[in-house]
């Protein structure tokens, strides 16, 4: 009880006003001492700082969940909730006061702030908005008013990927801090997340991790307004609205300031504004606000909400009674209907509760169970479920809580795998069930279950910090960042190991193969540029190095790569180096550097060019050795004129085409020509006009390599390696890729040229002499079979080297195979009906 010259005094002001300070130090010069305060979190960091002065045995913490009563304790730490009012205390603080104007838990601290008493001195600690308050309900009240230690100032919107280092992001639901978090991972490393459902444990371990430096940048709710002493230089609203439990509204300016003036410690300035997000501006401060909180100029409150805090329990109606009666003094509100009351009055309408809740005892159980806080937000209703469970223990047998049951809800929830909202779930009902343990009568051996569900929380508390910081921390980014930040790109060591890894501050971001520098995926870096450059400055020596060795390699060290359907390209050690594009003539494509080489110094890029077209001629004259002498006698002037007719577009098309194509130039052709087309290695056949040694798989794969670069397309799907028959691509460039290789299509097959010119030799010697050749026959069955061709490809063969079907076989029709053959109309019980149905239009 305070003496008669106990001093009544209030701390007023902004934030970052040393209040607290002020008030631990006068508490630790008392006898004894008790401080309340607004958040769980709150009272744990000022129980470890008055611990360091006091020692363990010498300091208590009181909060629903948690409990640490030394028996000498003299200096408490607690929530407001939590103040244990029945004890005598020299000295007793009351901290951030003015949220007796909050509608949920205003009724708490309106009430601590009448109630409350030192023996010798009682402080209130809160907003100089709290003034004309305490002037009307304690007038013997003594007011000093305490100034901001530092500047605060507005500045403006600013992008995510613009944040300066050690910035707090305020954001006013799980969801928004979680995808804030996820964002600045991507940006910036990551970043540390705060929240007030979080346990100390957890809370105390993302705060190291942003104190330390480890990552820059903290999003946390509106609870880092409540006195959470951090390290922040900016505070950045991700938005200026919250639900306040019934209804989305802007924040007060009050708020707002509280929030914002977390920015700045002792005499280092600090700045707020808002953050925006890509497409949107985001939120936005209006001009008086802003005006506001830089000169913490705030409107006075004009109310506080109230509650009895020592309501009759004589029964339940006068419990209900005094719990919703009307102030008496102009200043003070009716609180709102709170959870505890909504679940008293819910549980009174059960006859069951009636009959159990009589006299002042069981009354004052029954209450003190609707008091239980619902941590997991579920609602007057499901909450009220619980409250009732708990209560009809309470009232049956010895009067407490099965331990069994309690020992199975903790087992429920004794399971730290899972994602961050699935641990923080467990977490929150964790807290259910210390909340129920440190209840002095509530079970038989409260301390044992105390001791199990701190045990618990303590093991999701570190879990949920392992998920956080996995989920919203990349620690090579955040590094990298911090480093990029202090010391420039230039200033950042960078060194490659011996397989390739390439490593910035230590850290590793890459790989280096070939020229070419790879950022690991899982970096996940969006601000690759600056760490790529930081690593590209420093590695011109290594890849001049490189360029040296290339141009010492033998050749087969190179390769050409012809991946379907990307760019032609030569490989060099297993890694890209260049890519081919169209050049002079067939045979003569331009190299093109890839730009991983841009890096080189121009020697040594010459170096590499040079030694790649060396490689590039030798291997074309190697595998294609027909087609470079075709193409020079394409070009020989002592050659005939009308044997280059036939080389130059032979050439152009890739040393094989269809005979029809040049009939004329074929037909132009005198015996020495056909002769020195012969020396050549050409076949000039009844169907096309090729050079057999140019349908090898080398070869044809070299050959539409280049024609892909000559017509400037990706590769092509090259045919199966020694194939004879192929199934007919389904779309019209995959067809023509297999027509410039070397294949006639039949209708549903293609065959390769040189196996229709055998066919086409064999079936015309295969002709009977009667009637000049035209009698029926047939071909011997098992050369189709032994080429994979099917029936209806085989007919289409034959009707392509002129042959018709004719009931008895095949009849020669005299005349030579037209490019486009004119099939017959099918005859009943013909073997060969199906050619109508025979795609018509290959020659």
Known sequence: MASSDSRLVAVLGPTNTGKTHLAIERMCAHSSGMIGFPLRLLAREVYDRVVRIKGERSVALITGEEKILPPDARWFLTTAESMPLDRDFAFVGLDEAQLGADPSRGHVFTDRLLRARGRDETMILGSDALRPMLKALTPSLDIISRPRFSTLRFAGSTKLSRLPPRSAIVAFSAEEVYAVAEMLRRFRGGAAVVMGALSPRTRNAQVAMFQAGEVDYLVATDAIGMGLNMDVSHVAFAS?????????????????????????????DGTFGTLSFEGSRGAAFEEEEVHAIEEHTFPPLEQLFWREGQPDTTSVD???????????????????????????????????VRDRARGDRMVRRLWSACGLPDFRKTGADPHGRLVGRIYRHLTEDDGHLPAGWFA????????????????????????????????????????????????????????????????????????????????????????????????????????????????????????????????????GTTLGDRARLLAADPDDWFTLATDPGRPVAIFWRGDVVARLERGRSVLAPRIVLHRA????????????????????????????????????????????????????????????????????TVTALDRDDRRAAQALGLRIGTMDVFHPGLLKPEPMRWRLALAAIREGTVMPGCPAPGA??????????????????????????????????????????????????????????????????????????????????????????????????????PRPGNAFAALAALRAGHG
């Open 724 to 825: 004879v028959a192929l199934p007919t691509p389904d779309t019209a460039e995959a067809e023509a890729a297999f027509l410039r290789a070397g294949f006639r299509p039949l209708g549903a097959q293609m065959l390769r040229v040189d196996m229709v010119e055998r066919l086409a030799r064999i079936a015309h010697d295969a002709r009977p002499e009667a009637k000049g050749g035209r009698a029926p026959f047939q071909p011997d069955p098992a050369l189709p079979i032994s080429l994979g061709l099917l029936p209806d490809s085989f007919a289409r063969l034959m009707q392509v080297l002129g042959f018709r079907p004719a009931p008895d076989g095949w009849v020669w029709r005299g005349q030579r195979p037209a490019p486009v053959p004119v099939l017959l109309p």
């Open 240 to 268: 200026l609205r919250k639900y306040d439990g019934k209804r989305q509204r802007r924040l007060t300016v009050a708020e707002m300031a509280q929030i914002a003036g977390r920015a700045g410690r002792h005499q280092r």
């Open 408 to 539: 199975e809800e903790l087992a429920r929830l004794d399971n730290v795998q899972g994602d961050v909202e699935t641990v923080a779930d467990r977490i929150a009902g964790v807290r259910t069930w210390a909340y129920i343990a440190h209840r002095p009568d509530w079970l038989q051996d409260p301390p044992k279950w105390a001791e199990r569900t701190r045990e618990l929380e303590e093991r999701l508390s570190d879990a949920l910090h392992q998920r956080l910081t996995q989920r919203f921390v990349d620690r090579r980014t955040a590094v990298l960042m911090r480093d990029l930040g202090a010391k420039g790109i230039d200033a950042l060591p960078v060194a490659i190991g011996d397989d390739g890894t390439v490593s910035v501050a230590d850290e590793p971001i890459g790989r280096l193969e070939g020229f070419r520098f790879h950022v690991d995926p899982d970096a996940k870096l969006l601000d690759k540029k600056r760490l790529l450059a930081a690593a590209e400055r420093r590695l």
């Open 597 to 664: 080489l841009d890096l080189l110094r121009t020697p040594d890029r010459i170096l590499v060019e040079d030694r790649l077209v060396a490689w590039l001629m030798t291997t074309l004259d190697r595998v294609l050795r027909p087609l470079s002498a075709i193409a020079r006698g394409a070009t020989d002037p002592a050659r005939a004129a009308s044997l280059r007719a036939l080389l130059a577009p032979l050439v152009e098309s890739g040393g094989t085409i269809e005979r029809a194509a040049i009939a004329g």
């Open 318 to 352: 006068t419990l209900i009674a005094d719990l919703e009666r009307k102030p008496d003094a102009r200043v003070l509100r009716a609180a709102p209907e709170a959870i505890d009351l909504a679940v008293l009055k819910r549980l009174a309408e059960e006859p069951w």
